[in-house]
């Protein structure tokens, strides 16, 4: 699989304030990759860089094999962008949004009632948008950065502030475009949004990788090898995953005693902690 993005020693000052610091990464086609830290770790300073938005301080940061900050607009097209500075205009409906955006951005219009449909909002695209819920103005979002079918999709914090249910919805959403073939950065601060959706993640804190790697191997690189289980008389026990483990689990079993067993690897959020000391 080739890179679409691949990011070399960037780093981005803002004057004395240094807001990514050697930053090395790449992301493949076809990859759901996460972007994880906390509020001021530098992602959305990283999805500016990677749009062309900001120019870096050092390193390179290429998309689609060349320096984002010299794209043209044809590579441009191929690029979708939902960051929560909406540009939304509220007195307009829902479609004529999206006309319009088409229009700016010489886009064709005659994928606007097949993204609406896939967004769920087809019912409503004669609905002035300062009329939508937040839910509805995000898959709104969603639909304009999708509307030019891109191949690469940048979302920075796609669920923040959405409630559970929108947020699956979401979630649904793209992991249908990633099969059509879209490849998709995200940034979140939430860690079982990232452990569900994305292929691999890197955890970002004060403007550097701290980690890298895919949810179930890093869960499992940083396991405490303990092992959580439950006898029916209800006692909850701890033990090793090693060989005195193993003989206290089969006399269990022989006895009739043993109700559950669950292994105790650690989520991304622990994980982060372990590594930052901070929490997201
Ligand atoms: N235009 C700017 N001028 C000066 N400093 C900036 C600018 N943009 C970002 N920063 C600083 O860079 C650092 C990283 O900010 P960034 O917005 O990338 O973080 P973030 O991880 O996206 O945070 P959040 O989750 O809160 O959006 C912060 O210290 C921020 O104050």
Not at 203 to 218: D, S
Request: charged content about 25%.
């Amino acid at each position: 699989m080739d890179n679409i993005i691949s990011v070399r020693s960037v780093s981005k000052n803002f004057k004395e304030n240094v807001a990514i610091k050697n930053l090395t990464f790449n992301v493949k086609e076809g990859e759901i990759f996460g972007f994880l830290g906390p509020s001021g770790a530098g992602k959305t300073t990283t999805i500016k860089l990677l749009t062309s938005q900001l120019i870096p301080s050092g390193g390179d940061a290429m998309v689609f094999d060349k320096h984002a900050y010299l794209q043209k607009k044809e590579v441009f097209k191929q690029i979708g962008v939902l960051t929560d500075n909406s540009g939304i205009y509220e007195r307009l409906s829902v479609k004529d949004n999206l006309s319009l955006f088409a229009e700016i951005n010489e886009v064709p219009k005659e994928n606007i009632a097949h993204v609406l449909d896939k967004v769920g909002l087809l019912p409503y695209q004669n609905k002035e948008a300062k009329k939508l819920s937040r839910g509805m103005k995000q898959r709104l979002m969603l639909a304009r950065a999708v509307l030019h079918k891109p191949k690469l999709l940048f979302l920075d914090e796609p669920t923040s502030a959405l409630d559970p249910g929108t947020t699956l919805e979401i979630h649904r959403l793209l992991r249908q475009l990633n099969e059509e073939g879209t490849t998709i950065f995200l940034t979140t601060h939430n860690m079982e949004e990232a452990d569900k959706l994305c292929h691999r993640v890197a955890f970002l804190n004060e403007g550097e990788i701290v980690e890298m790697g895919e949810p179930q191997k890093l869960k499992l690189k940083y396991t405490n090898n303990n092992i959580k289980v439950i006898l029916k008389d209800d006692n909850h026990v701890v033990i090793k995953n090693d060989k005195e483990g193993a003989a206290k689990i089969n006399y269990w079993m022989a006895r009739g005693d043993l109700a559950a067993v669950h292994s105790m690897e650690p989520n991304l959020e622990e994980i982060f902690l372990r590594l930052t000391g901070r929490e997201l």
